[in-house]
């Protein structure tokens, strides 16, 4: 059984930064490939990033390639991910999640454990 609980959410304005933090409980947070999803207000969640056991591999949404940051401390039990150059579009509510996939497996469908999810809103 893993535990997740994120945290760093909250509301920032248009071109601004957040960091989102993702702690797991349990001594296995080492085999698991850690990712993020978000969703937004009536919209479906969908695949933001995801990164594999060792740290060494990553994936991401074609929509955040190049202004987001996935990575994993695994000695802290932790996922993180530094979201810059954010935009409107961004909003949502990102929710961490772990399982034993491929880190290029991007379904929601397959994951084994979700955070409670932190909100995430980017003013105009």
């Known amino acids: 059984q893993v535990q997740l609980v994120e945290s760093g959410g909250g509301l920032v304005q248009t071109g601004g930064s957040l960091r989102l933090s993702c702690a797991a409980s349990?001594?296995?947070?080492?085999?698991?490939?850690m990712g993020w999803f978000r969703q937004a207000p009536g919209k479906e969640r969908e695949f933001v990033a995801r990164i594999s056991v060792s740290g060494a591999n990553t994936n991401y949404a074609g929509s955040v390639k190049g202004r987001f940051t996935i990575s994993r401390d695994n000695a802290k039990n932790t996922v993180y991910l530094q979201m810059n150059s954010l935009k409107p579009e961004d909003t949502a509510v990102y929710y961490c999640?772990?399982?034993?996939?491929?880190?290029?497996?991007?379904?929601?469908?397959?994951?084994?454990?979700w955070g409670t999810g932190t909100l995430v809103t980017v003013s105009s």
């Open positions: 999640a772990a399982d034993r996939r491929t880190y290029l497996a991007t379904s929601y469908a397959g994951v084994d454990y």
């Open positions: 349990g001594r296995t947070f080492g085999t698991y490939t």
